[in-house]
């Protein structure tokens, strides 16, 4: 399933927080949206997944209009992982993941056999299987996002978007959570924070600042350091990582 985003801007008030951005992701591709603090990228994703409506512009999965369809016809088709976040009410894990059967469900349908195989395999996929009868809230921040992430397979979504999903965990949480999402099988869009693993998961990026598109392509094409300069206002020298061959990003003294 393809995502296409057409002049989508968003506005508060009188402050214009994404203006007139297009973007596209292919089927199975994985695309960054990357920039500094308060350029527009979290905003630009919540407008696109139905959280905040956007002022103007059009947003696709392949035929489907997301702005106009029901909240439960996207939800079947697209999955959202954000940052976790503590419940006031506790579940256990395999209650959290469950809910990811929602939208495929009517409103006092039971779990089949069928959903109660498709959250194993979720919990399965991301090494959660033994933590099943556990407390939410009771996990690392990095076991949460596990469960966030177990609980968007569950809805079994043709498409997926990355909400900033790696902030304030441990790189080894960073490197379970892309790692599980770059072997799926769909189109990815996610906001991402760290240019090094950026250039090393994604297949293309966007840049945005100031709640534009200020450039977009491979990230061996775009992630310069005069660009790096330009958008972030660090200093930085580019090399080949000896060992992965992606892009890798040396910071200097800030300006």
Known sequence: MNLNVERLSVSFGEAKIVQEVSLRVQ????????????????????????????????????ELNVIKASPKLVARKLG?????????????????????????????ETDSQQDADIVSAALRKVNLEGHTGR?????????????????????????MILDEPTNHLD???????????RKLDIGILAALHDLTLAAEYCDYLYVMKEGRVAACGAPED????????????????????????ALGIAYLETR
Request: charged share 20%; proline share 4%.
């Open 222 to 245: 775009i992630l310069t350091k005069e660009l790096i300069r330009e958008v972030f206002d660090v200093e930085c020298e580019t090399y080949r990582n000896p060992v992965t061959g």
């Open 171 to 181: 790189i080894k949480y960073q490197l379970q959570i892309l790692n599980i999402v």
């Open 135 to 159: 407390s939410y809230n009771s996990l690392s921040g990095g076991e949460k996002q596990r469960v966030i992430l177990a609980r968007v397979l569950a809805q079994q979504p043709e498409f």
């Open 27 to 62: 089927n199975k591709q994985f695309v960054g949206l990357i920039g500094p603090n308060g350029c527009g990228k979290s905003t630009l994703l919540k407008s696109i997944y139905k959280v905040i409506k956007p002022r103007q512009g059009d947003v696709f999965l392949s």
């Open 80 to 108: 959202v992982v954000g940052q976790f976040n503590e419940l006031s009410f506790d579940f256990t894990v395999r209650e959290m993941v469950a809910m990811g059967r929602t939208p495929h469900k009517g409103m006092l």
